[in-house]
């Protein structure tokens, strides 16, 4: 099943005839372009296309800058536009774009000598029925007391980690770039928990990845809700795992309907992030089935090589970025197994457990269809508390909730740790973690005790 922001539970439209999908138009096209011949950049100047800190990044974990980094063909671009298209996205590490075509439109591109593939990945609109995962108020008795009291709300989560051990010593993100990619970011921009956040100036930027969207913040708050358990500073009420690092926002999921398009916007604002230097991706979206089921994946692709986002997040990895992304919420129904991208390699995909340690049912498993672990770490998605978008404390469930907390104390920990290597970084997380000795297909490497990491 496809989790998308919330990771809304689908009821899938697959009973309609496969008949019906095809004589849908699709109204957005994937090209893949056989070069990047006639670039205006080269790899002897990578700052005109990669920030400073992107290119600190690499240079501090020992990572080269190859030609998959160089951006797409500027005149392949424009010589698309030149026949009437509308660029939406482009991939610099897939070496593609997205564009808006009817089907005639499309038909003019398979003759064009530098166009290596075309790919239909949105059909027209369509009805899809949502059932989301409830954010319901959930009173329970904080079973990990040890986080201090002005923690609030987020004690049990934090202190399950062990979190507030790295705040006391000073490791609450200083100087951590994170990047959140979601759906929707209503009232970020006035909500009381991102107050300190606004005035001194963290919130980098919000970037909207949805041609389709014109207001990147949107009125979706599920990134808002993500957003509270990373940065948040309510003192007593809600404090965040990394409430003073710095935040850039990306907007690529599509709410209103399920395609594979939403991908390709995920792409861009992953290769995005890259170019800023960012550290740490925390990401609550994933992907299997679509309204055009022709679209689906499969089990079998679930192998971190084979869908394209899977791809990418493990072409992030090796350009030295942290990605932690939501396992999925399939563990109780048929498919059971992680979404896309979960699956990539060298990535940390994290499932749920309640505040008392106890995997929840919802939270979904591997292994891959290479047979790695997955999920890879473990965190509070049950019962999970943030500030929602009318700025009241709430607590609500799913694999969405637990992902920020552990990218928010693993940038905490990198700040602690500043020469270490993403990899290193993860490698020692999971060491640290319950079932590091035993790691299995239900909480992979365990709940992770960010204290033991401090010596």
């Not at 170019?275 to 089921?293: A, E, K, P, R, W």
């Not at 090589?305 to 791809?311: E, G, K, L, Q, Y």
């Not at 928010?408 to 290193?424: D, F, H, S, V, Y």
Request: proline share 4%; hydrophobic share 40%.
């Amino acid at each position: 099943m496809k989790y998308a922001v919330l990771f809304w539970c689908l009821i899938c439209l697959s009973t309609a005839p496969i008949s019906a999908q095809i004589q849908v138009a699709p109204d957005r096209y994937r090209i893949e372009f056989i070069d990047k011949n006639f670039n205006s950049y080269t790899l002897c100047q990578p700052e005109l296309f990669l920030s400073q800190r992107a290119l600190q990044r690499r240079e501090r974990q020992g990572v080269k800058i190859t030609h998959d980094d160089l951006p797409v063909s500027k005149f392949y671009i424009d010589s698309i536009k030149k026949m009437g298209f509308q660029v939406l996205n482009t991939s610099r590490w897939l070496n593609s774009a997205t564009l808006k075509a009817t089907p005639e439109e499309i038909e003019k591109l398979q003759e064009v000598d530098f166009v290596k593939k075309t790919t239909a990945i949105q059909t027209q609109k369509t009805e899809i029925q949502n059932e989301k995962l409830d954010d319901k108020l959930d009173e329970f008795k904080l079973v990990y007391d040890d986080a201090p009291e002005h923690y609030g709300r987020a004690a049990a989560q934090i202190g399950m980690l062990n979190g507030h051990a790295l705040h006391r010593r000073g490791y609450s993100g200083q100087g951590m770039l994170i990047a959140v990619i979601d759906g929707g970011f209503y009232n970020v921009n006035q909500l009381s928990g991102f107050e300190n956040l606004r005035t001194s100036g963290r919130l980098r930027e919000i970037k909207n990845f949805t041609p389709d969207v014109e207001n990147p913040s949107g009125d979706n708050s599920h990134g808002t809700n993500v957003l509270s358990i990373l940065a948040a500073y309510l003192p007593g009420q809600l404090i965040g795992a990394a409430p003073d690092a710095e935040y850039v926002l990306l907007r690529s999921e599509e709410i209103e309907h399920e395609y594979i398009v939403e991908e390709d916007n995920w792409i861009s604002a992953v290769e995005y992030a890259d170019s800023l230097g960012v550290d740490v991706i925390s990401c609550s979206l994933g992907y299997t089935i679509f309204n055009n089921i022709s679209q689906n994946h499969c089990k079998t692709t679930l192998d971190g090589r084979t869908v394209r986002t899977s791809r990418a997040a493990t072409m992030a990895a090796a350009r030295g970025i942290i990605l932690c992304i939501s396992a999925g919420n399939d563990g109780d129904n048929n498919w059971r197994l992680m979404s896309v991208p979960a699956d990539a390699d060298s990535i940390i995909a994290v499932g749920a457990v309640y505040p008392d340690g106890q995997r929840a049912s919802f939270s979904s498993v591997g292994p891959t269809a290479d047979n790695r672990i997955k999920p890879d770490l473990m965190a509070v998605g049950a019962r999970t508390a943030y500030q929602n978008s009318s700025g009241f404390i709430v607590f609500g469930n799913g694999t969405s909730y637990s992902t920020p907390l552990i990218a928010g104390l693993i940038a905490c920990l990198w700040q602690a740790k500043p020469n270490m290597t993403n990899m290193e970084i993860i490698r020692m997380v999971k060491k640290a973690s319950s079932h590091y000795e035993n790691p299995d297909m239900m909480y992979g490497y365990g709940i992770p005790n960010f204290l033991k990491l401090l010596d």
